[in-house]
């Protein structure tokens, strides 16, 4: 990351004055959120339902903020990622995801609706017991770990304020931390609500001055290397593939339950997921366009540095400020989402809590997520594709098949079935990975012998009861 004293000299009082507002705007929102509580009750004050789910009054322009907002943390990585591959990032990072978007927004939603459960782990459970719970939310918990975030904010902040990385990293986690132990899933709404205007605005005005002070983006054909514009990247299929199979994660996707759980009725989820598509379509065609130019016209300038120097050196007084301001809604957004999430999967769901929950359960266990994910984020060395790729494999590839044959075809596989298939999936990741890195037998990522252990283990079951049927 670019250094405090290289991006010093950029920021000007009125950027500083902008940056400072944006943040007083976001923590006025989650005041406002709060202030909407007085109109409930104190029974509904203090239910589970009001602090995971707010309640389920997620109307069509909040769930999109907060969906749109949660969904894209990953500003340096994606930016990096085309800066040195071009538009790879945007068939990885973007097409992948958009198909299942909409898998999500025409086949689950209904599904996932009728279930009436408060978390994803909760729904395992209803369809196959405790046993299948606490293991989805072990998984879960990894997957929603926000170390990448985590790691993000650190960087980002000791860019602007100088001093040291873990100082930075535990006063943005802190931050973060408190309006949600305050607010619960109301203040990361209502938070989310401001920083996806900014997050939007800050890459949109990237791509504007970078159009106008270098022509249009036809400019970047001669400027680049043919090999940018290559959607394979020069990477191998099955490495594309990976890809592919992780982005089809978010049909298990804490994040994208939760949001459709608390949304006010089925067609808003729905609707919302359409609209929150388009929204990221755009968004990505935006930091694509804005690494590109970077790429172009500051080619010697390092991969996780070029977006935000060329952003920065482009722009005028004010709206640098706006820019800085809408990155950090971009990794603040995810953050206190990827916290409040990871910390529902220990108290909610793991320690089976329902009856006897309490807030205060999960303020303990967000507390302690919001130490862990500090502690891990220097294990990276700020590596962010890196982390999405480790921790979002156990998902993806041992949840996705079991969990969609439970939604689609209910009581075909047993919990024991269930159980099984995903742990022997976990324990194939995890054993090809130390025998690659012992031996390097194979050239096969540890990603594929999951999913095929935990999807051959499923297909007996699967062909005997569709041959008694």
């Known amino acids: 990351m670019v250094s405090h004293s290289e991006i010093l000299p950029f920021i000007s009082t009125i950027d500083w004055i902008v940056f400072f507002a944006?943040?007083?705007?976001?923590?006025?929102?989650?005041?406002?959120?709060?202030?909407?509580?007085?109109?409930?009750?104190?029974?509904?004050?203090?239910?589970?339902?009001?602090?995971?789910?707010?309640?389920?009054?997620?109307t069509l322009p909040l769930f999109v903020a907060t969906l749109v907002a949660t969904w894209y943390g990953g500003i340096f990585g994606v930016t990096a990622l085309t800066f040195e591959k071009g538009v790879y990032n945007f068939l990885t990072?973007?097409?992948?995801?958009?198909?299942?978007?909409?898998?999500?927004?025409?086949?689950?939603?209904?599904?996932?609706?009728?279930?009436?459960?408060?978390?994803?782990?909760?729904?395992?459970?209803?369809?196959?017991?405790?046993?299948?719970?606490?293991?989805?939310?072990?998984?879960?918990?990894?997957?929603?770990?926000?170390?990448?975030?985590?790691?993000?904010?650190?960087?980002?902040?000791?860019?602007?304020?100088?001093?040291?990385?873990?100082?930075?990293?535990?006063?943005?986690?802190?931050?973060?931390?408190?309006?949600?132990?305050?607010?619960?899933?109301?203040?990361?709404?209502?938070?989310?609500?401001?920083?996806?205007?900014?997050?939007?605005?800050?890459?949109?005005?990237?791509?504007?001055?970078?159009?106008?002070?270098?022509?249009?983006?036809?400019?970047?054909?001669?400027?680049?290397?043919?090999?940018?514009?290559?959607?394979?990247?020069?990477?191998?299929?099955?490495?594309?593939?990976?890809?592919?199979?992780?982005?089809?994660?978010?049909l298990v996707d804490p994040n994208f339950y939760q949001r459709c759980l608390a949304a006010e009725s089925e067609a808003v989820a729905k609707k919302g997921i359409l609209i929150s598509t388009f929204i990221w379509f755009c968004f990505d065609c935006c930091t694509t366009l804005g690494a590109l130019y970077a790429r172009a016209f500051l080619p010697e300038a390092s991969s996780q540095n070029a977006y935000l120097i060329f952003s920065m050196q482009i722009v005028p007084d004010g709206v640098r400020g706006l820019i800085l301001a809408g990155i950090l809604a971009t990794i603040l957004s995810t953050l206190d989402s990827y916290l409040f999430n990871a910390a529902t999967c220990i108290s909610f769901d793991f320690f089976n809590l329902k009856e006897k929950f309490k807030n205060w359960h999960h303020h303990l266990a967000l507390i302690y997520v919001a130490l862990v994910s500090i502690l891990l984020s220097f294990l990276f060395d700020g590596n962010v594709i890196s982390v999405w790729k480790t921790l979002g494999s156990f998902s993806a590839a041992c949840l996705l098949f079991p969990l969609l044959v439970a939604q689609i075809r209910p009581g075909v596989i047993n919990e024991k079935q269930f159980c099984r298939a995903v742990s022997l999936g976990c324990l194939g990741i995890?054993?090809?990975?130390?025998?690659?890195?012992?031996?390097?037998?194979?050239?096969?990522?540890?990603?594929?012998?999951?999913?095929?252990?935990?999807?051959?283990?499923?297909?007996?079951?699967?062909?005997?009861?569709?041959?008694?049927?």
């Open 22 to 58: 944006v943040l007083g705007l976001t923590l006025a929102s989650v005041l406002y959120g709060q202030s909407l509580k007085s109109k409930l009750s104190s029974t509904e004050k203090e239910s589970p339902l009001e602090l995971l789910l707010m309640g389920r009054r997620l």
């Open 93 to 250: 990072q973007g097409i992948f995801w958009y198909l299942s978007y909409l898998i999500f927004a025409f086949f689950l939603v209904k599904r996932i609706r009728q279930t009436k459960a408060l978390t994803i782990a909760g729904m395992a459970g209803q369809l196959f017991g405790k046993k299948a719970e606490k293991l989805t939310a072990t998984l879960n918990f990894l997957n929603l770990l926000p170390v990448a975030y985590t790691m993000s904010l650190g960087i980002f902040l000791q860019t602007l304020f100088g001093g040291s990385l873990l100082t930075n990293t535990v006063l943005g986690v802190s931050l973060v931390t408190l309006w949600s132990l305050w607010g619960g899933f109301r203040a990361v709404v209502f938070s989310d609500v401001v920083q996806f205007f900014f997050m939007i605005l800050g890459v949109l005005l990237v791509v504007i001055f970078a159009w106008l002070k270098f022509g249009a983006p036809e400019v970047l054909l001669d400027k680049l290397p043919p090999t940018h514009f290559e959607p394979m990247g020069g990477e191998s299929i099955s490495t594309v593939f990976i890809w592919g199979f992780i982005a089809l994660s978010t």
């Open 430 to 469: 995890v054993s090809w990975s130390i025998i690659n890195q012992v031996y390097g037998i194979a050239p096969i990522d540890e990603f594929y012998i999951g999913l095929v252990l935990t999807t051959a283990s499923l297909l007996p079951p699967l062909i005997l009861k569709k041959s008694q049927t």
